[in-house]
Nanobody, 120 residues
Framework: QVQVVESGGGLVQPGGSLRLSCAVSGSIFSVYHMGWYRQAPGKQRELVAVVIGGGGTSYADSVKGRFTISRDNAKNTVNLQMNSLKPEDTAVYYC??????????????WGQGTQVTVSS
């Protein structure tokens, strides 16, 4: 079994900062990419940022220069530092990880989501 648990969401004023954290645990052999997606009300889930095992990163155009994704391979954790937040960043944020278990199966796992609300 593999678990993906997010933390760090909340309410913040426009221009403020939040840091999201995600921990992947369980019967893990290796973790490939780890990333963050978000889904606003009435909209499709979209990729925010992803980091691969070698450290390469990719960001949605809407968050470039404001968000930073980082990964600790030893701990199987991924963080998303969000600065200069805007009301349009309001969404449920989901952690995503592609994991090979100790049984040899490779599966993409999702966390339960954490709410981020940017409002004055």
């Amino acid at each position: 079994q593999v678990q993906v648990v997010e933390s760090g969401g909340g309410l913040v004023q426009p221009g403020g900062s939040l840091r999201l954290s995600c921990a992947v645990s369980g019967s893990i052999f290796s973790v490939y990419h780890m990333g963050w997606y978000r889904q606003a009300p009435g909209k499709q889930r979209e990729l925010v940022a992803v980091v691969i095992g070698g450290g390469g990163t990719s960001y949605a155009d809407s968050v470039k220069g404001r968000f930073t994704i980082s990964r600790d391979n030893a701990k199987n954790t991924v963080n998303l530092q969000m600065n200069s937040l805007k009301p349009e960043d309001t969404a449920v944020y989901y952690c995503n990880a592609k994991v090979t278990s100790t049984l040899g199966t490779t599966t993409t796992y999702w966390g339960q989501g954490t709410q981020v609300t940017v409002s004055s």
